[in-house]
């Protein structure tokens, strides 16, 4: 199947400064990808939707000052968490869909644990 | 409204037995999509088993089949012959256009 890769895969901050994770897709150009965030024991929660070349489709309740998303290229979105705060403590995990009509699927990164001091 | 709904937080099998995680969804989309994914304790997501809407054979991968009940709206995962390995969180998903809602999960547990 597709890799996505995800960088870092841990990172500790102090609180107040700016975090960058980065999500590519290794063998595939996406045009869409996807920012997901879980806290411990609960699900998946979709935050953001990131299209290559034009702005990021928040969801309802996300920041978008405070979680900006970068889509630069068909392999490469960001996810910067500005002044964190130890409330976004959290796994971050990336998702990026195949070209329409290759597959059904949405292949993930492997996550991000952000832990914020 | 909650539009997946994993009514079992945890779940325990014996070695070697089948197991089924129940899922429900609600959507009035006519297409649509169903996934499940296995997170294991590292945390990666991994792909099982997709049903697409209109798809009339339940879906088939290897130990996982996909119990679909269209009427019913529900997508039961069942695992065949679980390994220890299977011990995991197990998430039903949808897909609505583009995007994944995902349930609550379900923890699998699989006893020697």
């Known amino acids: 199947g597709a890799v996505v890769s995800q960088h870092p895969s841990r990172v500790i901050c102090k609180s107040g400064t700016s975090v960058k994770i980065e999500c590519r897709s290794l063998d595939f150009q996406a045009t869409t990808m996807f920012w997901y965030r879980q806290f411990p024991k609960q699900s998946l929660m979709l935050m953001a939707t990131s299209n290559e070349g034009s702005k990021a489709t928040y969801e309802q309740g996300v920041e978008k000052d405070k979680f900006l998303i970068n889509h630069a290229s068909l392999t490469l979105s960001t996810l910067t968490v500005t002044s964190a705060h130890p409330e976004d403590s959290s796994f971050y995990i990336c998702s990026a869909r195949p070209p329409s009509g290759t597959s059904n699927e949405q292949y993930f990164g492997p996550g991000t644990r952000l832990t914020v001091t | 409204a909650q539009k997946i709904t994993q009514t079992q937080p945890g779940m325990f099998v014996q070695e070697k037995e089948a197991v089924t995680l129940d899922c429900t969804y609600d959507?009035?989309?006519?297409?649509?999509?169903l996934f499940w994914y296995k997170q294991p304790s590292s945390g990666e997501m991994i792909f099982l088993i997709y049903?697409?809407?209109?798809?009339?054979q339940n879906a088939t991968e290897g130990r996982y089949s996909l119990n679909f009940q269209k009427a019913r709206k529900s997508a039961n995962l069942v695992i065949s012959a679980s390994q220890l390995g299977d011990s995991a969180m197990y998430f039903c998903a949808m897909r609505e256009a583009t995007k994944l809602v995902f349930g609550k999960g379900t923890k699998l547990t699989v006893n020697p």
């Open positions: 959507t009035s989309d006519q297409s649509y999509g």
């Open positions: 049903q697409g809407s209109y798809d009339e």
